[in-house]
């Protein structure tokens, strides 16, 4: 993982673009504040959330049809049916 992902990395930079733009920041808010944005970072590494969220379909349920269909096709090495296909 890169050093600008860890809480260390986040406190380093937040440190640094305090010093240059001439604001006062106390290590513990530095601290504070790296820890916000770590986490932040984790919940945006989700990568079903991520595949739901930048999935281009008309509605979400169609999205989501869509990429279980994806999904199942990767798990078993052909594309699962529609359900035009089943014939319902």
Do not use: W
């Amino acid at each position: 993982m890169p050093e600008n992902f860890t809480t260390t990395g986040y406190e380093k930079r937040i440190t640094e673009y305090a010093a240059t733009h001439g604001h006062e920041l106390s290590r513990s808010k530095a601290q504070r504040l790296a820890m916000k944005l770590c986490k932040r970072q984790a919940k945006m590494t989700d990568l079903d959330l991520e595949r739901i969220l930048t999935h281009s379909d008309p509605t979400p349920k169609q999205a989501i049809r869509n990429i279980e269909r994806a999904t199942k096709t990767v798990h078993t090495g052909h594309p699962a049916k529609t359900l035009e296909e089943v014939g319902a």
